[in-house]
């Protein structure tokens, strides 16, 4: 439906929908079974379900049939944060849920994966032939003396081999951990020198943009400077023989061999994820097989209603916790579909093709691709048949209320957006999807399951219709168990303890509004506080990016020794765009009109490029070290950037500004 009036929704399910959702059939269940409330809907599922914290992860771990090879003696053992224990005393493991849909007869012959590369040719997986290979791989990496809790590599795209790979160290015991192949040397070895890795999953090169790109050399330099890897996997991608002392994906994966799945404690890490690492070596945060394993099943299998007849496409990399996310689609019996290449190759339609040729029913992207299809002006709606879609995800960073409208005009008035928000440091959502749930522009649609989501003021007040900090009052299954080389935990509690004590605090600005939808304002670590009115950065990228001149942005506020305030906005041009006094009157109109005459800024910088992590995100914080005289080499770290060539125009800005 179209909005009628400014605060109608932008789209709400119909009955029928919301009576097929899982979530739906979920709280009726647990209505009877465990007393949650039959009535109230999703608000008083999710009320039951932050107060009845340990009945409600008992009946998710009920409705979706975990396998516990030894009983549970608690729900939570302990709930302090950081170190709240779960499952005491059970033992399970995630491969087995994920590769279960195999047993099935009538399911066995089914694509598990759909594997699609720049040619858009579909290679499928069945899940017997999955089953297959990582009970073949998992055998031979114990041939290798592979042990629980021994770490597993991979520089690896986003191929089946990947996925092979990551279950089958799993079905061992071993903890997993993946950097995809455009991360350089340094940038890859800052990650696995940390933990240590005794088997290393590659590929000889990758094909991105229409190109072969080598990594020959690459891998070398990790396995002369990884001396802790005992074996060195090769997967010919580009077809090269491997190397001397390699051995062969081929070799290893042939075998009929039935997988063997290591029984291992709850809290037994699953994988090693990382932080973008801009300002220091990443953090190398651990997570867990019960807790990924319940958290996801939740996530995927109640609010994005994922189920066995459902195709899950989610545009990611190895390198991006979302691989991760994407992989766990196998827990609910859904077909997952891996597209490695450019997300904007052969044109910036690419991805609305893949979901066409693939019958995505859940397409999952940035927002960033989001806004450059609606400035690039192209029709997925008109020019594609994406009848199948059913919900279309963004995250990354928030969606602006554009980027709703758009969806909503160019792909299909009946389509579910779901604009999500988490983190690496969980590997899921705080917030974001509910099919039973209207979608409202500019807000995700409430707070997860289990997940006591609430607004702070600096001295620990719950706000409503205020910007806070995100925070979380009680504990998640998939919350880091701890950090890697972190022996005492002070990295740890730093992180995300250090301003309310037992309190996990995320570093974003967010409003929780009176109907209980949430709103993202961006990084509350480079918020811009300026005469004591604080804005995210989400929100003036959100109405700069609107002029069609402005392909991209980056805005820093920097608190003078003065006790002054300069907020530089730096502007990276469409092609033929002119930054004239036109444009830069345009700007500040739109900034002072609508958002706040406080946070126009002082200057507007025109800028080659606007710097990211390895993972999309806009750099920040970084840049404001650099404005503020903090030499380059202290104020982030070389192998985090995407192109570290555009920080020195910032560190020479800095540098003329002292002069």
């Known amino acids: 439906m179209t909005a009628a009036t400014p605060d109608a929704p932008l789209w709400e399910p119909s009955p029928e929908r919301i009576e097929a959702a899982a979530v739906t059939r979920f709280q009726s269940w647990a209505a009877s079974r465990f007393g949650a409330p039959a009535d109230g809907g999703y608000a008083a599922l999710h009320r039951w379900s932050v107060d009845e914290l340990d009945t409600f992860w008992q009946a998710v771990a009920e409705w979706f049939d975990i396998r516990f090879s030894t009983p549970y003696e608690s729900v939570i053992g302990d709930r302090t944060m950081p170190g709240a224990t779960w499952f005491p005393g059970a033992t399970l493991n995630y491969a087995e849920h994920a590769l279960r849909t195999a047993e099935d007869p009538a399911r066995a012959d089914t694509p598990a994966l759909l594997y699609v590369d720049e040619t858009h040719t579909q290679v499928p997986i069945s899940w017997s032939d999955l089953r297959r290979q990582v009970g073949a791989l998992a055998a031979e990496l114990r041939a290798l003396g592979v042990t629980p809790g021994d770490r597993v590599s991979g520089y690896l795209p986003n191929i089946p081999q990947a996925?092979?790979?990551?279950?089958?160290?799993?079905?061992?015991?071993?903890?997993w951990t993946s950097c995809a192949p455009d991360f350089g040397a340094r940038s890859v070895l800052d990650r696995f020198q940390q933990i240590e890795p005794v088997v290393l999953f590659t590929v000889d090169g990758y094909r991105y943009g229409g190109k072969e790109h080598d990594r020959t050399e690459t891998v070398a330099e990790l396995r002369r400077e990884l001396p802790t890897l005992r074996a060195v996997v090769h997967i010919?991608?580009?077809?090269?023989?491997?190397?001397?002392?390699?051995?062969?994906?081929?070799?290893?994966?042939?075998?009929?061999?039935?997988?063997?799945?290591?029984?291992?404690?709850?809290?037994?890490?699953?994988?090693?994820?990382?932080?973008?690492g801009t300002t220091g070596l990443p953090k190398a945060i651990v997570q867990?097989?019960?807790?990924?394993?319940?958290?996801?099943?939740?996530?995927?299998?109640?609010?994005?209603d994922l189920g066995p007849e459902d195709r899950f496409f989610w545009y990611t990399s190895t390198g991006w916790m979302m691989w991760n996310f994407l992989?766990?689609?196998?827990?609910?019996?859904?077909?997952?579909?891996?597209?490695?290449?450019?997300?904007?190759?052969?044109?910036v339609s690419a991805q609305w093709r893949i979901a066409e040729q693939t019958g995505a029913t859940l397409y999952g992207t940035s927002a960033a691709y989001v806004m450059a299809c609606r400035k690039a002006g192209i029709h997925p709606g008109r020019d594609f048949d994406l009848s199948r879609v059913q919900c279309v995800a963004t995250t990354g960073s928030p969606l602006p209320p554009d980027g709703f409208r758009w969806l909503h005009d160019e792909v299909a008035d009946d389509l579910w957006i779901a604009s999500v928000s988490g983190g690496t440091d969980v590997c899921s959502c705080f917030a974001g999807a509910v099919p039973t749930l209207p979608v409202h522009i500019g807000e995700l649609q409430a707070p997860c399951l289990g997940t006591d989501l609430q607004s702070w003021d600096p001295s620990g007040k719950p706000l409503t219709g205020e910007v806070g900090e995100l925070v979380v009052t009680n504990p998640l299954p998939s919350m880091p168990i701890r950090f890697w080389n972190d022996p005492d935990g002070s990295r740890y509690h730093d992180s995300y303890f250090d301003m309310y004590p037992g309190v996990w605090r995320h570093g974003d600005w967010i409003t929780i509004t009176d109907r209980g939808s949430?709103?993202?304002?961006?990084?509350?670590?480079?918020?811009?506080?300026?005469?004591?009115?604080?804005?995210?950065?989400?929100?003036?990228?959100?109405?700069?990016?609107?002029?069609?001149?402005?392909?991209e942005s980056l805005v820093i506020g920097i608190e003078e020794p003065d006790g002054g305030y300069?907020?530089?906005?730096?502007?990276?041009?469409?092609?033929?765009?002119?930054?004239?006094?036109?444009?830069?009157?345009?700007?500040?109109?739109?900034?002072?009109?609508?958002?706040?005459?406080?946070?126009?800024?002082?200057?507007?910088?025109?800028?080659?490029?606007?710097?990211?992590?390895?993972?999309?995100?806009?750099?920040?914080?970084?840049?404001?070290?650099?404005?503020?005289?903090t030499e380059l080499a202290k104020a982030v770290n070389p192998g985090s950037v995407d192109n570290l060539d555009l920080l020195h125009f910032y560190a020479e800005l800095a540098a003329n500004r002292r002069r």
């Open 566 to 629: 300069w907020m530089p906005l730096f502007v990276h041009l469409a092609d033929g765009a002119t930054l004239d006094d036109d444009l830069r009157a345009a700007i500040k109109a739109t900034i002072r009109e609508n958002l706040s005459p406080r946070h126009v800024p002082d200057e507007v910088i025109e800028v080659p490029a606007i710097p990211h992590t390895l993972t999309g995100k806009r750099i920040e914080v970084p840049v404001k070290r650099l404005l503020q005289g």
């Open 518 to 551: 949430v709103i993202i304002h961006g990084r509350s670590d480079s918020t811009l506080n300026r005469q004591g009115v604080r804005m995210g950065s989400a929100d003036i990228y959100e109405a700069v990016e609107r002029l069609p001149e402005i392909r």
């Open 163 to 175: 996925v092979v790979a990551f279950l089958a160290t799993a079905a061992v015991g071993g903890v």
């Open 236 to 276: 010919p991608l580009l077809g090269t023989d491997a190397p001397e002392g390699a051995l062969a994906w081929a070799a290893l994966t042939s075998a009929d061999t039935e997988p063997v799945f290591e029984q291992v404690p709850f809290d037994h890490p699953l994988w090693v994820l990382y932080s973008s």
């Open 327 to 347: 992989v766990s689609g196998l827990l609910t019996g859904t077909t997952v579909v891996l597209y490695d290449g450019s997300p904007g190759y052969p044109d």
């Open 288 to 304: 867990s097989q019960g807790g990924i394993l319940l958290e996801h099943f939740k996530q995927l299998g109640l609010h994005c």
